[in-house]
């Protein structure tokens, strides 16, 4: 059985169309999570892709912005409550430092004393630095720092079960010095902000962002084998798949895949 990559969310931060980029790893009966979005609509992202959360035992935060780190509050509160009555086997969390302060302080700002019981019990954290190996649902994976200049943030590079290689290069443009972790992936997971037809308008070069160009040229530059977009603006949904395809199809010749919310892939 192949791997399945479940995008739970495709949009940037202030999207209202769609729902904030995070995604699911599935491996036969388990799945790993990587961020959660902005709130506690990830609990109905997961209801509505038949993702039960006891299935969920890792889970990995790239940052702490608010579009990827308050949504795993809530699933933080949910599997924990679950532990607690013997229905979830345990979650644990891998991230770096900031993000591990950041989730504790949260926790005992918002969860109850029960709640908060369970961390550390049945709610785990992983605390990763640059180049730290984890193995998460079956996947077996590598964490590095995108060395971004606006927070610290971490992507990681999967090895599937069938030896394709997956990298999520985070929400940020590609740092060259992390060629070593991101070239000749099997799938490049790459944020695009925008289209370049759109810079004027988004400005995503001053949010530190790329557009679906930049994205398809690091692609064909890295020798990736197939390229998926997310983390995008919302304002042409109907039109964004189309789009966006069209303009990295100008600089990567490989497949360019461009989900929707819900959307599953086959690895």
């Not at 969860?111 to 180049?131: M, S």
Request: with cysteine.
């Amino acid at each position: 059985m192949s791997s399945k990559l479940i995008l739970l969310g495709t949009g940037n931060a202030l999207v209202t169309r769609c729902y904030n980029t995070c995604f699911a790893l599935q491996n036969g009966a388990e799945y790993f999570l990587t961020d959660a979005g902005g709130g506690n609509g990830i609990l109905a992202q997961l209801e509505k892709a038949a993702i039960p959360v006891p299935a969920i035992r890792h889970l990995f935060l790239t940052h702490g912005h608010t579009d990827h780190i308050l949504g795993v509050i809530w699933i933080i509160r949910l599997a924990a409550s679950l532990f607690t009555r013997g229905k979830h086997p345990g979650l644990t969390i891998f991230c770096h430092d900031e993000c591990e302060q950041k989730l504790r302080a949260f926790c005992q700002m918002t969860l109850t004393a029960k709640l908060q019981a369970v961390l550390d019990r049945g709610i785990h954290f992983v605390r990763l630095q640059d180049g730290d190996q984890f193995q998460a649902a079956g996947f077996t994976c590598t964490a590095f720092d995108i060395l971004s200049s606006k927070t610290k943030q971490f992507g990681y590079r999967a090895v599937l079960p069938d030896g394709q290689t997956l990298v999520c290069l985070g929400d940020e443009p590609y740092n060259p010095a992390c060629k070593r972790y991101a070239q000749e992936a099997d799938w490049l997971l790459s944020e695009a902000f925008c289209l370049y037809s759109e810079r004027e308008q988004f400005k995503p070069y001053e949010k530190h962002h790329s557009t679906a160009l930049d994205a398809a040229r690091t692609a064909r530059e890295l020798h990736a084998k197939n390229l998926v977009l997310y983390h995008t603006q919302d304002n042409n949904l109907p039109e964004r798949k189309r789009l966006y395809t069209a303009e990295a199809k100008t600089e990567f010749s490989g497949p360019v895949f461009v989900p929707d919310d819900l959307e599953t892939l086959s690895l």
